[in-house]
């Protein structure tokens, strides 16, 4: 099945920016989503890429995307408190119907 | 639009009874969503609805677990039978057919079975 992979932890200053990554095992997958889920509430859709780009940016975000390895990154310039959140990394795959695959998810703190 | 809606927000219930959720998407979504959250994981997925039938059921649902959809609106999940592993958080998401490479997640149901 499909296998998505995050390192547990991170942790930034307030003004640094936060690199949060994750590697896939579908190289069919047409998209990736980057998710943020903070404590007791549901999942925001932060921001997305199709699998035919290499980057997307969107304001403080910028996604990167290495097909060849399967690597999605998650960069947040100018980390702020309220970024302190768990960042799920997730992918639709084709042929697997409309589910997502979630990573098990990178913690985020940020240090005032 | 108010977003993905979920009710109860908390269920705390002893094992063996039966506990039912419901979810109500943005109004004008087709596609509806179920995925499990246990603690320290990602979602996983559980069923998917377009419009009033479901399309999908993953390996995850039991028997004990059903999900409808009767009017293409709002969708129910049931668990009969509860046991203490189905404690987890309870996510509900909706999307529009043609762009459903978004989801949308309402708050999540987070149940509790002592």
Same mark, same amino acid.
């Given at each position: ?28 997958? $047409? ?49 702020? $408190? ?23 998810? $990178?913690?985020? $703190?940020?240090?005032? | +639009? ?8 908390? @269920? ?11 979810? +109500?998407?943005?109004? =004008?979504?087709?596609? /509806? ?10 979602? &996983? ?6 419009? &009033?039938?479901?399309?999908? @059921?993953?390996? /995850?649902?039991? +028997?004990?677990?059903?999900? &409808?959809?009767? @009017? ?5 999940? &049931?668990?009969?039978?509860? =046991? ?15 762009? +459903? ?14």
């Amino acid at each position: 099945g499909e296998d998505v992979e995050q390192s547990l932890f991170l942790s930034v200053r307030e003004g640094d920016s936060s690199v949060i990554n994750c590697t896939y095992t579908d190289s069919s997958s $047409t998209y990736l989503y980057w998710y943020k889920q903070e404590p007791g509430a549901g999942l925001q859709l932060l921001t997305y890429i199709f699998s035919n780009m290499d980057m997307k940016q969107d304001q403080r975000l910028t996604v990167l995307l290495n097909k060849k390895d399967k690597h999605l990154s998650l960069r947040i310039a100018d980390t702020q $408190t309220g970024d302190s959140a768990i960042y799920f990394c997730a992918e639709k795959v084709p042929n697997t119907g409309n589910q997502f695959y979630f990573g098990t998810g $990178t913690s985020l $703190t940020v240090i005032p | +639009d108010t977003g993905v809606s979920q009710n109860p927000r908390h @269920k705390i219930t002893k094992r063996g009874q039966n506990v039912t959720f419901r979810c +109500d998407p943005i109004s =004008e979504h087709n596609r /509806l969503y179920w995925y499990r959250q246990t603690l320290g994981q990602g979602p &996983e997925f559980l069923t998917y609805f377009q419009n &009033e039938a479901q399309l999908e @059921k993953s390996r /995850l649902l039991s +028997d004990r677990f059903s999900a &409808e959809r009767p @009017k293409g609106s709002f969708s129910t999940l &049931e668990i009969q039978r509860t =046991e203490q592993g189905d404690s987890a958080m309870y996510l509900c998401a909706s999307s529009l057919a043609g762009t +459903d490479y978004e989801q949308y997640f309402g708050p999540g149901t987070r149940l509790t079975v002592t």
